[in-house]
């Protein structure tokens, strides 16, 4: 763990920091915009499920409004012309979650169990996006970067239990680092991916 507490440390000095600090005030000031804008990122979190990220992001802008109004057949159609994965279930997964737009609670346990096609790691990831900072986004670039520097063992599969344990050793390791969870998981990923994204 120490060599990647001094990677992220040096991360800290570059002019990364600045670009992550930045990114970390916009999702702050989201949560604060409430209502439709809540909502799409929702469904932005909903797409990353088993998908690329960044494909993601671009999706989510050329589909902006059509996740408030389109209805399931139309929305899947969207998706699939845009190229996502699975356009048909993630299209229901939406559809459903409209009935929570205006009183989505800031609380992964609650997330999870109302809103199909979110796992823990989806919902930490809202969580993050509108700037609460205490969840960790356990995804395999977050695992494969934890593995290299054997600060643990690759899991077989992440029940909520492992995810929640691997959750502590990065809780850890942010508390050392004086970061939240949610500025220590854009060190990483960049460490990672050489990409700071949402």
């Known amino acids: 763990m120490d060599e990647l ?28 915009q409430g209502g439709d804008r809540l ?9 990353t499920a088993n998908f690329d990220a960044q494909r993601a992001i671009d999706i989510q802008k050329k589909i902006d409004k059509g996740f408030l109004e389109l209805n399931e057949a139309n929305l899947a159609k969207q998706l699939k012309t845009h190229g996502h994965r ?33 796992g823990y790691k989806e919902a930490s990831h809202f969580l993050r996006n509108v700037g ?10 977050i695992i494969d970067i934890l593995v290299r520097h054997k600060t643990i063992k690759r899991p077989k599969t992440i029940t909520p239990k492992k995810y929640l344990e691997i959750e502590k050793v990065l809780k850890k390791m942010a508390d050392k680092l004086n970061l939240t969870l949610a500025e220590l998981d854009f060190y990483l990923w960049y460490l990672e991916t050489k990409k700071v994204l949402k």
């Open 5 to 32: 507490i001094r990677q992220v440390q040096n991360l800290r000095e570059s002019k990364i920091r600045e670009l992550i600090d930045k990114r970390i005030r916009q999702f702050k000031s989201l949560r604060k």
């Open 39 to 47: 909502f799409k990122e929702l469904c932005f979190c909903i797409m």
């Open 86 to 118: 699975f356009p048909n279930a993630r299209a229901k997964y939406i559809t459903e979650a409209r009935r929570h737009k205006n009183t989505l609670k800031f609380d992964r346990s609650w997330l999870v169990k109302n809103i199909k096609g979110l």
């Open 132 to 141: 609460c900072d205490n969840c960790a986004i356990v995804d395999f670039h």
